[in-house]
Structure formats: C-alpha cells, structure tokens
C-alpha cells in the first residue's frame, strides 16, 4: 500500500504537522536522560514480568511473528515497552501509539525508539499531553508503514486504531464522508476531519487496501471489545478479532488486582489527599469496579457503590457495601470514582449539588463517563471557571451556587479531566499484573499471524490451555508449591492430571 508524499501537504488541524509527515517516529523527549532512566525502568520492569520473559526464552530463537507488522495503540508505558520488545524479539515489526491522550510515559517512548542498545529502536507516535488532534495523527502515522506494505495486525487497547480503519473503508466504499458539523463530540470532529483530510491527500481508496491488508487484531480491554462484538453484531467487522481481555488472567487481575493498586495510587499523587474516613461513591462494582473498591477500602475510605446489575449489587451487599445512586451521594461524599464502562453517570448537574472540593474522576476506557462536555459548556456560558492546579489536575469553581465557603460557589476537583485516572495522573498498573495481560496479548498476536484467515470475521478468546499457561508462568514470582492431581483424582473431577481444571462455562 504506498503512500504518496504530497509535497508541501497542509498541515493536519492545528498540530503544525503535515498529515503524511514520514517522519521515523515522534516522542516529546530524546536527550541522554530520559533514554538511559527509560532502560534502566524497562529492565527492571522485565524481571517483574515472567510471563514475557518465558516467551522471549521459549520462542525468540524461532522468530514465530516474523513476518508480522505490528501497529499497536496501546497505552505507552514502561510496562507496555517490555510488551513491544517481547513482539521484536520474536520477529515482528512494530509501529505504536499511545491510546489515551494523557497515558503516555515520555521516558518509556524515547527508550523504545532509542532502543536496547541505543539501537534498532522502534517507531513510537506518542507523547503525555498529546491534544486530540495530536493523538489521531499519531494514529494515522502508525497505521502509515513506509514502502508497499502495511500493517499487518493490529493490538488494540479501546479500538481506536480499529475504528479508524473501518471508518475509513465504510466511506470509501459509501462514498460520501458526513460533514465535520456533523460530530457529535469534539474527538468525532477530529476524527471525521481525519478522513477527510487523507481522501483529499490519498484519494478514495486508501482505507480498503490497508483493510484487506489487516488480518486481525487483538484488543485488550472491556469497552474495546464491546465495539468489536457490536461490529461483529451488525456484520461490519472487516478481519477477526481476539478478546484479550476476557482471558480470565487478563480481566480477573489487571482489572480488578492492577485497578486496586493503581487507583488510589492517582488520587494520591493527584491530591494528596487523605482518604482515610472520606466518604467514597464507585460507579459501577464490574472487574474494574471491585479493584477501585477494594483499593479506597485499603485506605479505609468509607465506600459505596452504584449499580443497575443486581448479581454485582448483590456482590457488593456481600462485601458489606452499600449500593446507592449517585444521587443519593452528591450531598457528602468525598470522592466519585467511574468505573462502568458506560456514558454521562455523573452529569455537569450532579457535580453542580457535590460538596465543596469533591474529588471525581474516571478510571473507565473513556472520557465520557463524567459529563465533561456539560462542564465546558458551562464555562462557555460563564457558569463555571476551569482553574490549573498542576498538569491533569483541575479546580472547576462554580459561579452561581450558594454552598461554597462564605456561601459563595462551591468548587470540584476532576483528575486527568475525566480520562483514565490511573494513567492520567499516575503509571498505570504495575509489570507483575500487565505482565500477565501482556503475555496473554502476544499470544493472540502469535495466534492470529499463525492462524487468521481460519477465523473468519468472529470474534474469539483465548483457549483456557493458554490461559492456565499464563496463570502458570507467574506462579514462582510468588514462591507458589502447586498441588498435583493424581490420575485418580483428575478422573474422579472429570479433567486431565495437566488441566484444562475448568469447564469453559466456569465463572472465576
Ligand atoms: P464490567 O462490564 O465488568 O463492569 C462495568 C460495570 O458497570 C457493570 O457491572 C455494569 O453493570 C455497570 N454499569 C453500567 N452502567 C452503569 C450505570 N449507569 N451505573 C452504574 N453501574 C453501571 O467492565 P470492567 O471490566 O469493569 O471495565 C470498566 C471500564 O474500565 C471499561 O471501560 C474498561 O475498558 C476500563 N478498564 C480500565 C482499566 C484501567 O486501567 N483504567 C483497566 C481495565 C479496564
Ligand atoms: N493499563 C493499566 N496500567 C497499564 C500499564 N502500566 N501499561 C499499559 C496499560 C495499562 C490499562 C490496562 O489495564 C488495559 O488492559 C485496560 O485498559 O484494560
């Protein structure tokens, strides 16, 4: 698929950048500094990720992704580094974004370009503070491979590099791309202005061929997977996709273990703050819900959450956790965290009757879980004054209410402006929990560059032989003596002596 370099292209929207830019890579910082504290994160870091290590052992001599042209949108953090050289060393090529505006661990990028060696680095289009406009040109670059080929799999975290693509294709083969007024948000502007941008660069029939180029992707969490099971729905989904995050050690620890430790860890450094006695509300009690519970409880925070399955309220009633609506906390709790999933669960209106200097924030996929847009609007209208207190961290000052100190109007403090808190205002999880997703995503990609086209355009998980063989490669981290089944009892329960131990209906 080759590109043609438009000379003197315009620049893409306000980012100053030309849209096809054949630049090797882009990250905020190079010097000597960040590179040698990014490698020296990275080698730590691998020693707390088993899962990787024992597959760069096992298979980095047969090369099994040789051949295999990587494009990742994937949080670019020192943990996701180690997943990127994981990939190399077993032979693919890669190209990386970051997948959230605000994740980005700048020291982790300039090491990866840099490389092991200081050499034979990767190409990374990521940055912390990347604005939107920014964040889908780097996607654009990652997509774009130099030469005739493009990507060939893509690893997704959230499915913005899979929307891209399909968007793309859609209206190629529709014809028409809708108007920019059309865009229901500010990021769907951009994206549409994208599209538009790249037809007026490439013509219209850029997106199918790199389309039918992609065999596959593998997506790593919840709401990204949601998309690809509603693509696969309405029969839109152009190649396979392998849910990552429903292997049982993926979602059963990074979302519940790795939100555990890496929420309270945000609000910390955001805050500083104490969060002992405070009154807490988590929105939603799912994988990510009960790990930010038991993160807040860890720190003996008074914590309630809200629901509408009544399996996971009752969860919660068995934990001793009050569910209550959102409603039912605005008057005097301290700190709203969102975990569902879902859109618009605190309103510009609830966090207009919260207490003075609530905390909110979203440790959920997406920025729409807190009514971000019904904020700015109020801003527009003088309603509301955004105030800086340090990078990710704002005061927002309501004008017009009468329950702030002097009875003058109260204020809120919203972390990471309602994207991902965790990786927004702090690292994200730590290795020895993304390890195991992480391992569990190179063995997707392993499974769809062997085997792709036997998939169709369904979506597929992992088997549970592979799953027990990533819970496996991390047990000695934690000096696990493992019981055998002998052959008597394997047959009595109905499995193998090797496993699988569970039936494939079985709810961890
Ligand atoms: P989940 O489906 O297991 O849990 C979401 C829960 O929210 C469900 O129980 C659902 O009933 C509930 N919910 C939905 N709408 C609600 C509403 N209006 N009010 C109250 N509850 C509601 O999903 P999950 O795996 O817990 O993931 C949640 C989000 O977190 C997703 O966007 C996922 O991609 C993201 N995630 C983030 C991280 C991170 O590190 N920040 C890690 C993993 C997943
Ligand atoms: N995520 C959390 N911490 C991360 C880290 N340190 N590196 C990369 C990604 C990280 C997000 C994951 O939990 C991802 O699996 C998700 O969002 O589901």
Not at 67 to 88: D, K, N, P
Not at 134 to 148: F, I, K, N, R, S
Not at 198 to 215: C, E, L
Request: glycine share 8%; charged share 20%; net charge negative.
């Amino acid at each position: 698929m080759s590109v043609s370099l438009v000379p003197d292209q315009p620049v893409f929207m306000d980012t100053n950048l030309p849209l096809f830019a054949n630049l090797p890579y882009k990250v905020a910082d190079e010097s000597p500094e960040a590179i040698a504290f990014g490698r020296k994160e990275i080698d730590l870091a691998l020693h707390e990720m088993p899962g990787l290590e024992a597959l760069r052992e096992e298979y980095g001599a047969s090369k099994p992704l040789a051949g295999a042209r990587i494009m990742g949108s994937l949080h670019m953090t020192i943990q996701t580094a180690v997943l990127i050289e994981t990939l190399t060393e077993l032979g693919a090529e890669v190209r990386w974004v970051s997948c959230n505006i605000f994740s980005t661990q700048d020291h982790a990028a300039a090491a990866v370009v840099a490389g092991p060696e200081g050499k034979d680095g990767q190409p990374v289009f990521a940055w912390k503070g990347e604005t939107l406009a920014e964040y889908w040109w780097c996607t654009l670059q990652a997509l774009t491979w130099p030469g005739d080929q493009g990507a060939n799999l893509i690893l997704d975290d959230g499915g913005d590099a899979t929307l891209l693509v399909h968007l793309g294709a859609q209206y190629e083969h529709e014809g028409p791309i809708p108007a920019v007024s059309t865009a229901g948000s500010e990021e769907e502007a951009v994206i549409i202005q994208i599209l538009h941008d790249v037809r007026a660069a490439q013509g219209d029939n850029f997106w199918r061929p790199m389309a039918a180029q992609i065999r596959g992707v593998s997506e790593e969490t919840t709401t990204g997977v949601h998309r690809l099971y509603k693509m696969q729905t309405e029969g839109k989904l152009l190649f396979p996709g392998i849910n990552v995050n429903d292997s049982v050690t993926k979602s059963k620890f990074d979302n519940v273990y790795g939100c555990r430790h890496s929420l309270v860890d945000a609000i910390m450094r955001a805050t500083d703050v104490l969060i002992s006695g405070k009154r807490a509300l988590v929105c939603g009690y799912g994988d990510v819900g009960k790990g930010s519970a038991a993160s807040l409880e860890a720190q003996f925070a008074k914590v309630s959450v809200s629901e509408v399955d009544p399996i996971c309220a009752l969860q919660a009633c068995m934990m001793g956790t009050d569910v209550i609506t959102v409603e039912d906390a605005l008057e005097d709790f301290d700190i709203f965290v969102t975990a569902t999933g879902n859109y618009n669960i605190i309103t510009a209106d609830h966090m207009s009757r919260m207490k003075h200097n609530a905390i909110v924030c979203n440790i959920g996929h997406f920025d729409n879980e807190i009514d971000m847009a019904g904020l700015e609007a109020m801003v527009e209208r003088g309603e509301l004054e955004k105030i800086e207190v340090k990078p990710q961290v704002h005061e927002w000052r309501f004008k017009n209410t009468t329950h702030g100190p002097n009875g003058g109007g109260h204020s809120i403090l919203i972390l990471a402006e309602g994207r991902l808190v965790n990786l927004g205002c702090a690292t994200g999880h730590p290795s020895l929990v993304m390890s195991a997703s992480f391992t569990n995503q190179t063995l997707a990609q392993m499974e769809l560059h062997a085997n792709a086209e036997s998939y169709g355009k369904t979506v597929t998980v992992l088997s549970k032989e592979l799953d027990e063989k990533v819970a496996r490669l991390h047990l000695a981290k934690f000096g696990v003596n493992l019981t055998e089944l002998s052959q008597e009892q394997a047959d009595y329960i109905d499995v193998k002596v090797e496993g699988p131990y569970k039936p494939s209906h079985y709810r961890y």
